[in-house]
């Protein structure tokens, strides 16, 4: 006996299972992205050296060197709390950092500051560390990498 045949076998729509996947990835990808930090919040200039802006400064004619501080404020665990050093200098609290670095920006506010944090301090006690930096009008301000934190 013979079963009858279709013309074509009937595979169902293909495009309906890659359209699911396209749709999970999608929602997958906005759940990820929505707890995410915009880097626009916090403008630090790296000073990586591009090939354009060698030749840049190359064809500038050198201008005078004018040498500033450099002051480094680091952050650590202490046993009361977050420890702030000033070079390398403990200070009694972030006052006394204020009234340091307000001194500082009133006599030479293109300084370079360089925040080095050590992993274990709350990310905002550095962040207010930076937004007083950036208060007090200071040019130049850095982040230490871990290879150069001090133990």
């Known amino acids: 006996m013979r079963l009858p045949r279709s013309a074509e ?9 890659m359209i699911d996947v396209v749709f999970l ?7 990820a992205s ?3 930090i915009s880097q626009k919040l916090l403008p630090a200039e790296l000073q ?3 090939a354009e802006t060698a030749v840049a400064e190359a064809s500038t004619p050198e201008q005078p060197y004018h040498e500033h501080l450099t002051v480094r404020i680091r952050l650590q665990p202490g046993t009361a ?4 050093l ?7 609290g972030p006052g006394m950092l204020q009234q340091r670095l307000s001194r500082l920006a009133a006599a030479d ?3 370079r500051i360089v925040l080095s944090v050590h992993d274990d301090v709350p990310v905002q006690q550095f962040i207010s560390v930076y937004d007083l930096c950036q208060s007090l009008k200071f040019q130049n301000i850095a982040f230490a990498v871990a290879g150069s934190r001090q133990p």
């Open 48 to 50: 990586g050296a591009s």
């Open 9 to 17: 076998p009937d595979y169902g729509d293909p495009m309906t299972p």
């Open 81 to 84: 709390g977050p420890e702030i």
């Open 86 to 92: 000033l070079d390398d200098q403990p200070l009694d």
């Open 34 to 36: 929505a707890g995410a």
């Open 25 to 31: 990835l999608l929602v997958f990808f906005i759940c």
């Open 109 to 111: 506010a293109e300084s």
